[in-house]
């Protein structure tokens, strides 16, 4: 299906042929595997956005996350949201769809984002290098160095990077003619349209692999010279601690580089073949759904700062919802069907600062600590209470005593 598609704005050309949809072959033809793999990339589609998501909300709400480095990384899971966002939903929809057709506009649209995006985290990661060399290797004068000003210039120069290589290389790949509109890719990649060209793509592949020089090896170098120089001012570090330390500010980091660039490298610097196309689906697959999704799994599970930034939010919204739900003055431990039961007695008793409450009949459970949070869980027959020492009053019911 073709028509005739003015964009002599975009192209400067005129009356040329252009596609009026595309067809995506996706990952499997077999219904059975649809479905699994619809399965499996909605639940990784999902942690991807809330893992991300979670990410953002620590940073901005914890103030000890207020770093350059942690700024970075807020940028970078802004930007794999994004990412994920003008790919996956697609894919997940063509699963369900007996026809996986995309519109032309929604094709150039979709290749600029993820080119754009792509590009720009690569261009963070150099920058987030950078960030760690000045870290590990200039830590007297960190603050001064990485200040507001430059990380926002720092951030705002990758994005733009970014999205400026992506238009030209949008414009030269939709500059050719194309003989037909089946694209054997789950997405609207460079490669995938080009080869739907009728004439010579050399031009084609020289600008990808000028682009794939400065997206991908101007930041992977900025990223060696980093880690050479860190390496060589961990080596000279005497204390074994202290070289852990300072390895380990930049371990997640390291982890995050390998995946990402070693993964790029392979489908856009390697050699192309006939039966490589398969393969260039499996790998482009890896970047666009599993690495947004290990990033922020990578950067805080290892991150003892942003575990801490986790609890602390989490006791905040308790404390919040005790706030609007707070407990009744008294709480009943008898049975709601039968009024007659009898009430429990109990005994507290308080060893080392630890208190604890043992029972002369025994409940669910009880835990109670006299620590300085002054903090403790009791569940009793049809009635919870948190957060309270709960002792008997004269008249066999349970009130807040102490806390």
């Known amino acids: 299906m073709v028509r005739r598609f003015g964009l002599q704005r975009l192209t400067g050309r005129e009356n040329q042929t252009w596609m009026s949809e595309f067809i995506l072959l996706g990952l499997s033809s077999c219904w059975e595997t649809q479905i699994s793999l619809f399965i499996l990339f909605l639940a990784m589609y999902l942690v991807t956005i809330l893992a991300n998501f979670l990410l953002l909300l620590l940073i901005r709400l914890d103030n000890r996350l207020n770093t350059p480095m942690y700024f970075f990384l807020s940028v970078l899971s802004f930007v794999d949201i994004c990412y994920s966002n003008s790919t996956v939903p697609q894919m997940l929809v063509h699963f369900l769809s007996a026809r996986k057709s995309i519109p032309f506009s929604s094709c150039v649209l979709q290749l600029h984002a993820s080119l754009a995006l792509g590009g720009s985290e690569f261009f963070l990661l150099g920058a987030m290098a950078y960030d760690r060399y000045v870290a590990v290797c200039h830590p007297l004068h960190y603050t001064g160095i990485m200040h507001g000003g430059l990380c926002l210039g720092l951030a705002a120069g990758c994005l733009v990077a970014g999205f400026v290589n992506s238009l030209m290389e949008t414009i030269i790949t939709f500059r050719l003619p194309l003989c037909h509109n089946v694209i054997n890719h789950f997405t609207c990649e460079t490669l995938a349209v080009i080869r739907l060209a009728c004439v010579d793509i050399s031009f084609n592949m020289l600008m990808v692999a000028i682009s794939g020089f400065l997206v991908i090896v ?138 604890y409450i043992s029972w002369k009949e025994e409940l669910p459970e009880v835990w109670v600590d006299d620590g300085p949070g002054k903090s403790g869980i009791f569940f009793g027959t049809g009635s919870v209470t948190w957060g309270v020492v709960v002792v008997k009053d004269s008249g066999g019911y349970y009130t807040e005593s102490g806390l």
């Open 218 to 355: 101007l930041p992977c170098s900025l990223v060696l010279f980093s880690y050479g120089h860190i390496v060589a001012a961990i080596l000279r570090i005497r204390s074994t601690q202290g070289r852990s330390k300072a390895f380990g500010t930049c371990a997640s980091h390291l982890t995050v580089v390998c995946m990402c660039f070693g993964a790029t490298l392979f489908t856009y610097l390697g050699p192309r073949s006939a039966f490589s196309v398969e393969e260039e689906k499996i790998v482009a697959l890896f970047y666009a759904v599993v690495a947004p999704m290990l990033n922020p799994l990578i950067y805080s599970l290892r991150n003892k700062d942003v575990i801490a930034a986790f609890w602390k939010v989490l006791e905040k919204f308790r404390a919040s919802v005790k706030t609007f739900f707070p407990i009744p003055p008294h709480q009943s431990l008898r049975s709601q069907d039968d009024d007659s039961c009898t009430p429990i007695s109990m005994e507290r008793k308080v060893v080392a600062g630890e208190g």
